[in-house]
Nanobody
Framework: QGQLVESGGGLVQAGGSLRLSCAVT????????VGWFRQAPGKEREFVAA????????YYTDSVKGRFTISKDNAKNTVYLQMNSLKPEDTAVYYC???????????????????WGQGTQVTVSS
């Protein structure tokens, strides 16, 4: 059974930046779909960004386009989420997720990912 371990969360002022990391072990990382989701208190877990399999193309939810960048380092088995121009509404617990068989049309649905990290808190103050 593999593991996904997030790091890099914290408290930042609005307009600031953070980079989240997710170290993956025990999975075929290169060909997997990896994604970031977030969950704010009282809300459902929502899709943030993903890289589909080994094709390398990134997908984002509209609210983070132009501000967030997802990337993966196959040599380090790590996926990153660079978050710039942070807003208070970005405050949430951020989770990385991985799946080996998801199809492209399903990458924005949390229920379709089999493997999850424990989450890291991001708090943006106004």
């Amino acid at each position: 059974q593999g593991q996904l371990v997030e790091s890099g969360g914290g408290l930042v002022q609005a307009g600031g930046s953070l980079r989240l990391s997710c170290a993956v072990t025990g999975h075929t990382f290169r060909s997997s779909t990896v994604g970031w989701f977030r969950q704010a208190p009282g809300k459902e877990r929502e899709f943030v960004a993903a890289i589909f399999r080994s094709y390398g193309r990134a997908y984002y939810t509209d609210s983070v386009k132009g501000r967030f960048t997802i990337s993966k380092d196959n040599a380090k088995n790590t996926v990153y989420l660079q978050m710039n121009s942070l807003k208070p509404e970005d405050t949430a617990v951020y989770y990385c997720a991985l799946d080996n068989s998801i199809i492209l049309s399903s990458i924005q649905s949390a229920e379709n990912y089999d493997y999850w990290g424990q989450g890291t808190q991001v708090t943006v103050s106004s």
